[in-house]
């Protein structure tokens, strides 16, 4: 298996460059179980597909501004781009610079906090801050919004909101979990009343999602690593719904791999720890039976995902149905209602 085989055509004025005025009225591609032909809809339309009882399962992560700037010290220019915060004053970070840092050099922000750099580990650097401030308190006002690459713009004060999901609690992604950013609380509060469920998982989403794929063969790839925290009251919660014949819908691919990650014998445990899932076609994902997710980039692993989970052929469908019909790709754009594909 090839990643071209995950390639498809994308005009460039398709990809979003800015959030909707209305988090809900983004469209929503329906791909169900019979799926061509495909129902064109809108996110606030969502609770027509779901049921009482149907548990609807979140990314309950909260994005930094893990974009830095400074000067080495020997003078040269940098830009840090935090991967991972390691508790305390630590972080994983990718470092750009025209010559590549030494450990213990220091690198000094823009804004004046010094930061030592401790080592290499594989493609990134592990440093430290050096000062006493939190270090989240530090960020909000040094660091900016890592949009992702196909945003042509820089970061802008509605960014600081609309970069981030409504139920966003646990700090540490550099990348927003996109799938949750187009439920608003009058969504919320309608598919509540209609007796749908809600649960959390905690994925922190690492810049290792907008990096290309390197190796040609799909086997081949190694995923990098993110952490996170399935708890014991999800896993509560999806035992009870399954128990009484409700669906588990997934918002987004980090939930699934949050899910898939969290499998044993079967059944979605407590699990909290790295992850480096890779689900391609092939592997048969058993934790949800329905997933809202974003439109993804051509020959992306979360391309890949999908397909594992609606069939290649089916996905790719999909897509040039809505490039036809000209959704809104990527990050700030439209979503999807995928559906597994029925049995013969």
């Not at 005009?11 to 179980?33: F, T």
């Not at 970069?163 to 990348?175: C, E, K, M, P, S």
Request: with cysteine; glycine share 10%.
């Amino acid at each position: 298996m090839k990643k071209s085989d995950f390639h498809y055509e994308l005009p460039p004025e398709l990809i979003a460059q800015e959030p909707l005025a209305e988090r809900s009225a983004s469209r929503l591609l329906v791909v169900g179980p019979q799926a061509p032909p495909y129902e064109d809809r809108q996110v606030k339309d969502l609770g027509d597909y779901l049921q009482p009882g149907d548990l609807l399962v979140f990314n309950d992560t909260r994005v930094i501004p893990a974009r830095l700037h400074g000067t080495k010290d020997s003078g040269g220019r940098v830009e840090i781009l935090l991967e991972r915060l390691l508790g305390g004053h630590e972080v994983l970070a990718q470092v750009g610079a025209s010559k590549s840092p030494k450990a213990g050099g220091r690198i000094t922000l823009d804004e004046g906090t010094a930061l030592t750099v401790l080592g290499r580990e594989g493609e990134f650097y592990r440093l430290r801050f050096d000062t006493d401030e939190p270090l989240e308190k530090l960020l909000l006002r040094a660091g900016r919004l890592p949009l992702p690459p196909y945003i042509q713009r820089e970061p802008g004060a509605e960014d600081l909101e609309r970069y981030q999901t409504l139920f966003a609690r646990h700090t540490g992604a550099v990348a927003a979990p996109t799938a949750g950013l187009h439920f608003d609380q009058s969504l919320l509060a309608e598919l509540q009343a209609r007796g749908v469920r809600f649960g959390h998982v905690t994925l922190h989403v690492g810049a290792g999602t907008f990096q290309p794929m390197r190796a040609e063969t799909v086997q081949d790839h190694v995923m990098h690593s993110e952490w996170l925290n399935v708890g014991a009251e999800l896993c509560q919660q999806i035992a009870q719904t399954r128990a009484a014949g409700g669906r588990v819908v997934a918002v987004g691919t980090t939930v699934v791999r949050a899910l898939e990650s969290a499998l044993r014998d079967g059944e979605v445990r407590p699990f909290a720890g790295d992850t480096r899932i890779f689900i391609f076609p092939g592997y048969r994902i058993r934790s949800v039976d329905a997933m809202v997710t974003n439109f993804h980039l051509p020959e992306s692993t979360l391309m890949m995902l999908v397909s594992a989970f609606a069939g290649r052929e089916r996905i790719l469908a999909a897509y040039a149905h809505a490039v036809r019909e000209k959704y809104r790709f990527f990050s700030y754009g439209d979503a999807m209602l995928l559906y597994p594909e029925a049995a013969p």
